[in-house]
């Protein structure tokens, strides 16, 4: 099997989560042995975490962190890295340019699970970092997929909800929160809802009339299949 780095701690609990997802997720494809997997957390300040959720401010202080975090892992050993973090995916290039070793991207293998269901529209939850860098919104239309997305007033409330999130803070109301997000979404007439942040997957609501895709569990199962191979390219 090949050795996964994964750049974590954008949040913690996500982590330990996508960590969970890959470590049952090849034991169910392979009982021989467990992967070798290696995580970094990155040791970032809680202010500049809050500013890039909430604010969309200053998303470029992370980019000397990321990189050391990948030339670390990089000199550990590992074969391949991935972040589960959507919103640092806007410096996947940086990362990728740092090491010479493959880097996997979530929003591309997003991309490549949204074709395979034929979805030509979609409703994203994410952070305003996200939206205002149109991370998703740019690889959305290069496939012909139309992208919608809260009004200013509801992305707020995401971002706050989001930093909740990471601060282990998040209550009941924030998912009352999404719930009518997800509402207006239904209104106007989506049918497929992205999350499009990896720590919303932690308050998933239960949304009977939308088919609600969860970047985390599609990333982490791209990861299993990049550990199992082989002899494999990105």
């Known amino acids: ?10 949040g913690p609990e996500t982590t330990a989560e996508f960590y969970l997802e890959l470590s049952f997720g090849c034991y169910q494809r392979n009982k021989k042995k467990r ?19 909430i604010k969309a401010k200053g998303e470029e202080r992370y980019i000397p962190l990321l990189i050391e975090s990948a030339k670390k892992l990089e000199k550990a050993g590992v074969d391949f890295l991935v972040m589960p973090c959507n919103t640092l995916h806007i410096f996947i290039k940086e990362i990728r ?9 979530i929003v591309e293998e997003t991309i490549k699970f949204l ?12 952070t305003p970092s996200i939206i205002k860098n149109k991370l998703y919104e740019k690889a959305l239309k290069k496939e012909g997929i139309e992208q919608i997305i809260p009004d200013g007033f509801d992305q707020a409330k995401i971002g706050k909800i989001i930093n909740n999130i990471v601060l282990n803070r998040y209550a009941n109301k924030d998912r ?3 719930l009518e997000i997800l509402k207006k979404f239904e209104k106007k007439n989506v049918k ?5 942040c990896t720590d919303l ?28 191979k082989s002899n494999s390219t990105v």
Do not use: C
């Not at 099997?1 to 954008?10: D, R």
């Not at 340019?97 to 991207?105: A, E, G, K, M």
């Open 201 to 228: 997957q932690l308050l998933i609501p239960d949304y009977p009339n939308l088919e609600i895709y969860d970047t985390m569990k599609i990333f982490a199962d791209a990861t299993v299949n990049y550990i199992l």
């Open 115 to 126: 074709k395979s269901k034929k979805i030509s529209r979609i409703g994203i939850l994410a």
């Open 1 to 10: 099997m090949k050795i996964l780095g994964i750049i974590g701690g954008l």
């Open 35 to 53: 992967p070798g997997i290696l995580i970094w957390n990155v040791p970032q300040m809680y202010k500049i975490e809050k500013e890039a959720q």
């Open 192 to 196: 497929n809802v992205i999350l499009a």
């Open 176 to 178: 009352k929160k999404l």
């Open 97 to 105: 340019n740092s090491v010479n070793i493959p880097v996997l991207s």
